[in-house]
């Protein structure tokens, strides 16, 4: 199986054009960084996708200052996300969700087991993946799940995917934002609610906050003292990654956030990331006081609702 799976990719990256060669370093960081947090968290899909892969972690102890604390921050920030998500769709009774650039998304798993049809949207060699190690998971995942490859800003893409799923949806979108220059990031709200206008339904993110949001999580762990160089330690990580600067400080205000949204002929809100006591694999991981300053976290106002006018 590895080696068929090694070979699979192998011929992927061999096929693709030089513009989709960059694309194909993406699925080293977008579908190996993040399930590295999230398997780290406890979360089984994420550890069998990282198993089915088969690929060396980026990061570890040997090669990462400060690795035990920035790789539990990581993987505190990155479930709160993952479940968060899997409860606002559950609580809302959503049979349709649209996974936009969530790398493998192993939520989509848990959601198609469930019987809700997902679409995964990401980069091409990220589906080619997706669709070899979906099969590999239960029957109705494999039944309710697709990949499909587009870019952010291609409406037309993005619209054909969106028109697999019938009736209303929800739009899952963590973690892009900051990494999106202005001109791809204004595009891709206007083909979000042109989507939404379409289907119905909403988008969730937490990325209009994911700065503070990620320092105090961090801060719910190590305290406030630690927190902003825990913060900058993951973004210099992460800059390491992508050899790119990070841009963390636009649409992080409120007001701001709205006008943006407004602009693009959409409207938010803010609800708690969870309505009630979250049960989280990476407590497992926590002190019983670390937990008490998470579930207080957890119940404040960083998911972002967002519908079409």
């Known amino acids: 199986m590895k080696k068929f799976l090694t070979a699979f990719v192998l011929i992927a990256a061999l096929t693709v054009s030089t513009a989709r060669a960059a694309e194909f370093e993406m699925v080293e960081y977008s579908a190996q ?46 479930e709160l996300n993952y479940a968060a998500a899997i409860e606002y769709v559950r609580a809302n009774n959503y049979g349709n969700v649209f996974d936009l650039a969530c790398s493998l998304s192993p939520r989509a798993m848990i959601l198609g087991d469930e019987g809700r049809k997902v679409v995964v949207g990401e980069l091409q060699t990220v589906c080619l993946l997706g669709d070899w190690c979906v099969d590999e998971f239960g029957k109705k995942a494999r039944k309710n799940v697709t990949y499909d490859a587009f870019w952010l800003q291609d409406r037309q893409g993005m619209m054909a995917s969106a028109d697999k799923l019938k009736g209303e949806l929800c739009i899952i979108e963590q973690g892009v934002i900051i990494y999106l220059a202005d001109d791809v990031r204004a595009q891709m709200f ?66 701001e956030v709205m006008a943006f949204l407004k602009a693009h002929g959409l409207t938010g809100r803010k609800v708690p990331l969870f309505t009630s006591t979250p049960k989280l694999n990476v407590y497992s991981k926590l002190t019983p006081a670390q937990i008490q300053k998470v579930n207080e976290l957890a119940a404040k106002n960083y998911l972002w609702v967002i519908t079409a006018l």
């Open 33 to 78: 960084v993040k399930l590295q947090w999230l398997a780290a968290a406890g979360i089984p899909e994420a550890q069998k996708f990282l198993k089915l892969i088969d690929r060396p972690v980026f990061f570890n102890a040997k090669n990462l200052n400060d690795f035990e604390r920035i790789q539990l921050a990581n993987s505190l920030y990155q």
């Open 190 to 255: 206007d083909n979000i609610r042109d989507v939404l206008k379409s289907h119905g339904g909403c988008l969730i993110t937490s990325d209009f906050n994911q700065k503070k949001y990620f320092t105090d999580a961090a801060a719910a762990l190590f305290g406030e003292a630690q927190a902003p160089t825990i913060y900058a330690e993951t973004k210099a990580m992460y800059e390491k990654v992508l050899g790119d600067k990070i841009s963390d400080e636009s649409l992080q205000d409120e007001q």
